[in-house]
């Protein structure tokens, strides 16, 4: 049978894609553009590689998505004929926002982690011998197998605005010309109603970054109204079981915003990305220990992600013992450890005149791999979630990094076994603070009645205003 889809697995044959088809493929993209401002290709390959729909049917969902297809999206293939793979799994759809900004771009385009991590993983993957097969320059870190594993084709829904449209295209483009094996579906879009549409997961990436002299209050405002919205059509059309990570800033509070706005999908499945934190302090350890990061573990980021976060030494191990028998320097890790994790992010703004992207999003693949992969026996991972009976004695009803457990199944539990002890309490409650202060900002918009804003800058700052 002859399906169309968006692109066929490594080594699989093209059929009937002749040039003119891809020309006339991208023209009617763009003249479906103004009445739905979105570029999509929209069949399922693996369902109907399974028979589902009917052949008919297929045909003629084929033809329509040649139509609705973002250029060489709609080319036309069989995947019957695929050797590499007998048995793909269900599709998975990865919603994008802010896809054309710096953190997306990383994301959609990265390649190093990919191409080490392969090589790391590779000694015990039976796959050995299609991972060898696949190119290691087919290097899209999801789309390449780097989260979700080589079986798993992905669709990507990448969502903009008016004043990015023509940047998404762009976008859209180079994922064509990159030749990811597992990219099946693209679409790009400015309505999350349409782009949010059987969400699996959601990247909410995009977000007003504060500009001079704007003060906090306003960027709640401002980027609290961009994921109420984006929350909201989340609870419409996303898949019931969507999990969502907010990372546009102040990511915690604009997470608290989302599941406010989100009724019908579980509070649990949101996290607010705290995981670059994670990474940047099991940096520091390591460097201090003079060990290499991969030793480091148990590293938990407790609270904002702002100037207030916690990075937790007292329950972070160096290669499986206490930090503290490690490093026996306790007035670095109080203050000068402490400090450099929370002010990364406006030190590397201070070098590179932007704020950190590429580390982002690979922090943004950590923690998505955090969820579908067990976590490592004993070991934990740092995540902003929400708080409903958490063990630790934190406020109730607002998101906060804490240690997370997962057995991969996009799920977490909380890790119970770690010890607070006074240094950590009361740093604890501060960021805890800020995060009850950043609620009241927001009542407006999580339905807690009138908004009552009594932030002072210094108060609450993100990582890369201190
Ligand atoms: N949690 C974390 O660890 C980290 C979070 N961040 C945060 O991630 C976010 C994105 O960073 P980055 O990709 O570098 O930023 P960019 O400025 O490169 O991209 C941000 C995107 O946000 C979108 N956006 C949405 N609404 C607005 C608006 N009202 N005004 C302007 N732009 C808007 C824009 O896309 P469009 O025009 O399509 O809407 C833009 O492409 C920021 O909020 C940043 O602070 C950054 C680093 C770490
Ligand atoms: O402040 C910012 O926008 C950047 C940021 O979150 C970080 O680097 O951690």
Redesign the pocket.
Known sequence: MEISSARAPAGSRLLATPLGAHAACRRSGQLLRPRRHTVRCSVDATRQAQGIPSAVAAEAEAAEARKRAFGVFCTTYDLKADEKTKSWKKMVNIAVS???????NHLLFQSYRFILSSHFSLANLEKKKLLSTIHFDTNFQIAAGEVFGLDQPIALRLL??E??FQALEGVAMELEDSLYPLLREVSIGIDPYEVFEDADWALL?????RGPGMERAALLD?NGQ?FAEQGKALNAVASKNVKVIV???P?NTNALICIKNAPNIPAKNFHA??R??ENRAKCQLALKAGVFYDRVSNMTIWGN?STTQVPDFLNAKIDGRPVKEVIKDTKWLEEEFTLTVQKR?GVLIEKWG????AS?AV?IVDAMKSLVTPTPEGDWFSSGVYTTGNPYGIAEDIVFSMPCRSKGDGDYELATDVEIDDFLWERIKKTEAELLAEKKCVAHLTGDGIAFCDLVNEDTM?P?EM
């Open positions: 802010g896809a054309a900004g710096m953190i997306s903009g605005s004043r990015s990436i995009g977000a007003k970054p401002i961009i990372v546009g800033n990511c990305l705290t670059l934190d992600h992010g932007r704020s950190s992207a982002t922090s993100l890369g």
